[in-house]
């Protein structure tokens, strides 16, 4: 499929709106793009728009999604809905666009429909990967750059080893390389305790498994710093990306979820765009979710999502 999918994420959340307004911004030629998702719910909320409408959805090309017009309950989490998204995610799938992006799906409503997924990246990655491939969570805002080196579990549940750290950080190389066309990136990594441990007096993680994960990585000629105290990394990046500076570092590598997210979110805001990197076609999204307490009131900001959009067609060239 030579063409941008965009998926309008859970139907009572704020997707379909955030798309449709999207797409109105961008005005994207009709061969740009086809939208999954279901008529029922694209003109629903193309009908809430105020005085005029947000988007002729006819005129990009529509792939159908099962679901009933009653089913439309904006702010509700529901299985119907948890369903439609899965349905959506595994059709884009077996589609292979040239790239996909996905607005926010509620976690809880997959769980409510059967489906067991900790997020849309854990689904893509059962349905795309092919021989070993891991998806992997990257944040982009312009040229701030995160990765997570794991993604929605527990903080009590993270299982940092030296080798998982080795292959991440090999396949951020083959990303920088392929799709962001930068060589021989370079790279910051976090520490996982508070001051990077203080040599193993807050935490033995840097001294057992991130220190001689470094040492690997600096052999096989990969620029990547031994780990660093995650708060004074993210002042500095946040004040290069504030005035509009190139920062020092390609990317920055966090070792769980929050030390990633609240830095970037904090300093771009709408300007932060999920990213799936690692299996064969990209993948953008928003950088929030479903918004269920705006749903269906015409009050979604829609920046984020343009700027998936625009990502999305940015590295897919």
């Known amino acids: 499929m030579d063409k941008i999918a965009i998926l309008t994420g859970d139907p009572n959340g ?6 449709l307004k999207a797409l109105n ?14 008529r029922e719910v694209l003109n629903y909320y193309n009908s809430i728009a105020g005085q005029c409408c947000y988007q002729d959805i006819n005129k990009y090309e529509i792939i159908e999604i099962p679901y009933k017009k009653s089913d439309i309950r904006p702010g509700e989490i529901t299985a119907e809905a ?32 059967g489906h067991n997924f900790n997020g849309q990246t854990e689904v893509l990655q059962k349905y795309l990967s092919h021989d070993g491939q891991l998806a992997e969570m990257l944040f982009v805002a312009d040229n701030f ?3 997570l080196l794991t993604r929605h579990c527990a903080l009590k549940d993270i299982n940092l080893t030296k080798e998982v750290v080795i292959k991440k950080v090999e396949n951020l190389v083959k990303t920088f390389e392929t799709v962001f066309r930068i060589e021989n990136p370079k790279f910051a990594l976090c520490g996982f305790n508070p001051h990077a441990g203080e040599d193993g007096i807050l935490g033995k993680e840097e001294i057992d498994i991130l220190i001689p994960a470094v040492d690997y990585l600096r052999n096989e000629g990969i620029d990547i710093t031994y780990p660093k105290p995650s708060d004074t990394l993210f002042i500095n990046a946040g004040k290069n990306y504030a005035n509009g500076e190139k920062d020092y570092y390609d990317c920055y590598i966090a070792c769980y979820h929050d030390q990633g997210l ?7 805001g709408e300007k ?21 307490d705006i749903a269906g009131k015409d009050a979604a900001n829609p920046n984020s999502m343009v700027e998936a959009i625009k990502l999305a067609i940015e590295l897919s060239k």
Do not use: M, Q
Request: aromatic share 4%; glycine share 6%.
């Open 272 to 292: 932060t765009v999920n990213t799936t990197i690692g299996l064969d076609v990209i993948r953008t999204s928003p950088g929030h979710g479903t918004a269920f």
């Open 14 to 19: 704020i997707g379909a709106e955030i798309t």
């Open 82 to 113: 948890g369903e439609f998204s899965f349905k959506a995610l595994k059709k884009v799938c077996e589609l292979k666009p040239r790239a996909i992006v996905t607005a926010p799906v509620a976690k809880n409503a997959l769980h409510l429909a």
């Open 25 to 38: 911004i961008l005005n994207l030629p009709n061969d740009k793009a086809a939208l999954i998702s279901n």
């Open 262 to 268: 609240i830095p970037i979110k904090t300093v771009a």
């Open 145 to 147: 750059r995160v990765l």
